[in-house]
């Protein structure tokens, strides 16, 4: 159980309107990831949803009871930050036995429960140990481990992974996919890498100064963006966004092709440049290209590799289905 | 300053403190040591020879002896305790965000810098008067009977005197690591459903714990020469006489300097212990 449905929620910080009026359902056992640029507030809504912070207006219901005004403890959720914020001077063990302990749980329950997290997240090893002698990726685990045991209603991320590498991140990444596979309990996950949003959401939310842009799933973002901000914002590397005539020709303000919808010739093709950077990542090829009259730069992805080097005269066709057009107010179109 | 030449010159420039610094303590020291082991009585023959260990054994078998270690105790650990608990107190209030923050921070660290020969007068004279302090004026408003503080109650009246003097300190220190707090942890412990008291006692505690003992440790060391507050109050009477103060009675007013050299000493080695003592507890603390 742990639908959450935010009702004209509001939130400000003194005059500053932080989260304009905002409606937003998250149903149960939905792996939901907020995504948008720094400061978009992205982390203030995930705190509100937890109760860690007060909304200035509107309802918060969890599981079709009133959580407006709940204490953080009594909304049965549970929070993993971005710091992980484990108890420094309890052990692993009492860290995540923490939160029974102060349900006044009995003993034999609370170590039934801890030895349960610590398979599911092999933290048997490092159990007896204190977080300041344990790696990031394991304080990671016992974060989660503490969130788990109470077997809330729905888990809170903010960033769980912005301090690990990217080889333990992508770990982690399939790890918490994992758990939400098995414990099918809603998640709320705020991130700002596409990668991410896109591999592991059931739905993305994406937000901008406060605004949510467009509420979907990760391929219904990718293939339908509502308007030029999510287009621009989902996907890697960023689609090409090109004004002025050549968008007329198609009826638009803008039109928009992503990187791995443009064929590429060296001899041929219906828009010309010259390459500037080429990224060889051996299975893809990124080739920057300018002079293109179009835009200051278009990308281009293409599968494997080409021989293109700084300089060189280049023909990019685009794949006139894949187009996205967009009018003056940068709304779709079509 | 890794090369051997600029090592060097560390040194020598290092040096006059050094010297200063060791010589500082040094002589007096040494002094101390010589005189505890001599029979000298300015006003009654001067030095009048050796005296081998005639000075210890008189020092601690004199009556005023265990009385005068007990009253130390209690002040020390009376000061301590009050200073701890309240200023753990303020140190929270202190860093909750309020109007005028600022200017309550100074007011609140103000009294560590007056003079405890002021302070202890102005307790003395404005407070503590029991014809005209501010206290009988209150006992009196009330209907009581003013209370005569540095005679009735000397020994807890000092330790309030004091207290108000190292509040600021102790407050000071605890505040700092209390703004160290992450204030994720509290957040995460409010979400684990841990009530305010239960927040204060599982996180701001420990976390306090190495605060706790700095504090400990540097006031033990400095309340156990406090002397100008009961110079200036009671001058030793009604049960005030603190081990410092029995060593400088000794010295200045029975005009006894050997003796009052062997309590020195005894204050020396006693410091030590509760330093090394201190120092063990604070090093297991800082390990983890
Ligand atoms: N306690 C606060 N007081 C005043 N303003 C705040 C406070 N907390 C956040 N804000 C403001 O609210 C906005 C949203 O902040 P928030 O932390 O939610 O952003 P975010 O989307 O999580 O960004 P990031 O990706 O950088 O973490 C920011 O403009 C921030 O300055
Ligand atoms: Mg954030």
């Given at each position: 159980m742990g639908q959450i449905q935010l009702k004209q929620v509001t939130k400000s910080f003194g005059d500053v309107q932080v989260i304009p009026p905002l409606d937003l359902t998250i149903e149960d056992g939905e792996f939901t990831v907020f995504v948008g640029p720094s400061g978009c507030g992205k982390s203030t809504l995930l705190r509100l949803i937890a109760g860690l912070e007060?909304?200035?207006?509107?309802?918060?219901?969890?599981?079709?009871?009133?959580?407006?005004?709940?204490?953080?403890?009594?909304r049965g959720l549970a929070m993993v930050f971005q710091s992980y914020a484990l108890y420094p001077h309890m052990s692993v063990r009492k860290n995540i036995a923490f939160p029974l302990r102060m349900a006044k749980m009995d003993q034999a329950e609370i170590d039934r429960r801890v030895d349960g997290a610590a398979k599911v997240l092999n933290l048997a090893d490092y159990i007896d140990r204190r977080p300041g002698q344990l790696s990031g990726g394991q304080r990671q685990r016992v974060a989660i481990g503490r969130a788990i045991v109470r077997e809330p209603a729905a888990f809170l991320f903010?960033?769980?992974?912005?301090?690990?590498?990217?080889?333990?991140?992508?770990?982690?990444?399939?790890?918490?996919?994992?758990?939400?596979?098995?414990?099918?309990?809603?998640?709320?996950?705020?991130?700002?890498?596409?990668?991410?949003?896109?591999t592991m959401a059931d739905k993305i939310v994406v937000l901008r100064a406060g605004f949510i842009e467009q509420v979907g799933s990760p391929l219904e973002l990718y293939h339908n963006p509502r308007n030029e901000f999510v287009a621009g914002f989902i996907g890697s590397p960023k689609m090409n966004l090109i004004k002025g005539a050549e968008a007329d020709k198609h009826g638009a303000a803008t039109i928009g092709i992503r990187p791995e919808h443009?064929?590429?010739?060296?001899?041929?093709?219906?828009?010309?440049?010259?390459?500037?950077?080429?990224e060889h990542l051996g299975s893809d090829t990124f080739i920057h290209v300018h002079e293109t009259g179009l835009a200051d730069m278009v990308t281009v992805r293409i599968t494997g590799d080409i021989q293109a080097k700084h300089g060189d005269k280049i023909f990019l066709t685009p794949q006139l289905d894949k187009l996205h057009k967009f009018d003056a107010q940068g709304l779709r179109i079509g | 300053m890794a090369t051997k030449a600029s090592r060097s010159a560390a040194r020598l420039m290092m040096a006059p403190a050094v010297v200063l610094l060791l010589g500082?303590?040094?002589?007096?020291?040494?002094?101390?040591?010589?005189?505890?082991?001599?029979?000298y009585l300015p006003l009654r023959g001067g030095d009048l020879g050796w005296a081998g260990f005639d000075n210890y054994v008189r020092f601690v078998t004199s009556s005023s002896f265990w009385p005068a270690v007990q009253t130390t105790l209690v002040i020390v650990v009376g000061v301590l305790v009050i200073t701890v608990c309240l200023g753990v107190l303020?140190?929270?209030?202190?860093?909750?965000?309020?109007?005028?923050?600022?200017?309550?921070?100074?007011?609140?660290?103000?009294?560590?810098f007056v003079m405890p020969t002021v302070s202890a007068l102005v307790w003395k004279?404005?407070?503590?008067?029991?014809?005209?302090?501010?206290?009988?004026?209150?006992?009196?408003?009330?209907?009581?009977?003013?209370?005569?503080?540095?005679?009735?109650?000397?020994?807890?009246?000092?330790?309030?005197?004091?207290?108000?003097?190292?509040?600021?300190?102790?407050?000071?220190?605890?505040l700092t690591a209390i703004q160290s707090l992450d204030s994720e942890q509290l957040e995460a412990a409010e979400m684990d459903g841990a009530p305010v008291l239960q927040r204060f006692i599982y996180i701001i505690l420990p976390h306090l714990s190495r605060a706790i003992t700095i504090v400990v440790l540097i006031q033990t060391i400095f309340l156990l020469a406090i002397f100008a507050e009961i110079f200036v109050t009671t001058g030793g009477a009604f049960g005030t006489r603190t081990l410092s103060y029995l060593i400088f009675q000794r010295v200045l007013e029975s005009q006894n300097v050997g003796l009052g050299s062997a309590g020195g000493v005894y204050a020396i080695i006693l410091a030590n212990i509760v330093a090394i003592f201190l120092m063990r507890i604070v090093g297991k603390n800082l390990d983890n």
């Open positions: 007060d909304i200035s207006s509107g309802h918060i219901e969890i599981d079709g009871k009133d959580a407006t005004n709940l204490v953080p403890a009594k903010d960033e769980p992974l912005s301090n690990l590498d990217a080889a333990l991140r992508v770990g982690m990444r399939l790890e918490i996919s994992e758990l939400h596979e098995r414990l099918k309990t809603t998640m709320i996950y705020v991130t700002h890498d596409q990668v991410e949003a896109m443009t064929d590429v010739s060296m001899s041929e093709g219906m828009w010309q440049g010259t390459v500037g950077v080429a | 500082w303590m040094l002589v007096p020291l040494i002094m101390t040591l010589w005189f505890s082991f001599r029979r303020l140190a929270i209030l202190l860093d909750q965000p309020m109007w005028g923050q600022g200017v309550v921070r100074i007011l609140v660290i103000a009294p560590f004279n404005m407070f503590m008067d029991p014809v005209n302090g501010l206290f009988a004026h209150l006992w009196r408003f009330f209907g009581a009977e003013p209370v005569s503080w540095l005679s009735d109650v000397a020994t807890p009246s000092i330790i309030m005197i004091v207290s108000w003097q190292w509040l600021p300190f102790a407050t000071l220190i605890l």
